[in-house]
């Protein structure tokens, strides 16, 4: 267990503070008093998060809790909640548990009737799809691709394939890697780049895919900072998967009966049977 130094006045509760993502001012007056008052703070990086509270005053205890600690310390935090402690968890920079360190902390908590509350603040994926222009009624937000190979394009294609806006994060050294596959695979969409936000170097850039790796090239210090990606829905508004099963209701209905075709596109995709033998018998 951790040793307690302070009673804390908050009621008990694991307090999930967001940071900021590049400006020190972005920290809010709620989160920063949750972090003078609570007795104890998980931080995905100790001397990280340090520079933060040494810049607001706070000298609250701190301790690492990453992706390789979380599992194990979490038996601990739960004992520390249990004796009416408070405590909060911060990452490196946003909003703890998106694509960081946290969730299974959280899910844990929850299965112990343990109270979880959100100190909400900075998040990338939030600033970037505020000022992408892009529809944010649906969006899909696929965080970090796989590093290589097979993996990386598989997933891309699959989050390709949701209708409306599909986000992503990236790192530096990958963005013209993923620049070049946005080329390819997302063609007819709009792509945004949201690098370095809140941050000196901020910049927004909307570029149509096929210009993407050419925006990077044309002058290799875009290629520096940090990147929430952004690609538009496609025009058609349907999802891929919706278009494959369009595609394969037309390859049967060559072989077979409206009918019969439209019961096994049916069996193959679970999209009623009904709807589908209307597309065929009674296209709008
Ligand atoms: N949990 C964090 C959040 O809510 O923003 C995200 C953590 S994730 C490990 C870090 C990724 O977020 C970066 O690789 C980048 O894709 C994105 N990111 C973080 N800060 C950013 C910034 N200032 N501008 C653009 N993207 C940023």
Redesign the pocket.
């Known amino acids: 267990m951790f040793q307690s130094k302070s009673s804390s006045t908050l009621p008990p509760a694991l307090y999930v503070v967001a940071t900021p993502?590049?400006n020190f001012n972005d920290l809010s007056a709620r989160a920063i008093e949750i972090l003078k008052t609570v007795s104890l703070i998980l931080a995905e990086d100790t001397r990280v998060t340090g520079q933060l509270l040494k810049a607001v005053g706070v000298k609250t205890r701190t301790i690492s809790f990453n992706a390789y600690s979380e599992a194990g310390k979490i038996p601990r935090v739960i004992d520390w909640l249990r004796t009416g402690e408070s405590a909060a968890l911060v990452?490196d920079?946003?909003?703890?548990a998106?694509?960081?360190p946290g969730r299974l902390l959280i899910e844990r908590l929850h299965e112990a009737d343990l109270p979880v509350i959100a100190i909400p603040g900075?998040?990338?994926?939030a600033a970037?799809l505020s000022i992408s222009g892009l529809p944010s009624n649906s969006c899909h937000f696929i965080g970090f691709l796989p590093a290589k190979g097979g993996a990386r394009q598989k997933a891309l294609d699959v989050g390709l394939g949701w209708p409306g806006t599909l986000v992503l994060?990236?790192?530096p050294h990958r963005i013209t890697d993923l620049a070049g596959r946005l080329d390819q695979s997302a063609v007819g969409r709009k792509v945004v780049f949201?690098?370095?936000?809140?941050?000196t170097h901020e910049q927004l850039v909307r570029v149509d895919a096929g210009e993407c790796a050419d925006w990077f090239l044309n002058n290799p210090d875009r290629i520096r900072g940090?990147?929430?990606v952004l690609v538009g829905p496609n025009d058609s508004g349907e999802s891929s998967y919706e278009l494959n099963a369009a595609k394969l209701l037309a390859v049967l209905a060559r072989e077979l009966s409206p009918s019969k075709a439209a019961s096994v596109c049916a069996e193959l995709t679970g999209i009623p049977r009904r709807e589908l033998y209307q597309k065929l018998t009674n296209p709008t």
Request: proline fraction near 7%; charged fraction near 20%.
């Open positions: 993502i590049g990452s920079a946003g909003t703890p998106i694509s960081d900075p998040s990338a994926l970037a994060y990236e790192a949201a690098r370095e936000l809140t941050k940090e990147f929430v």
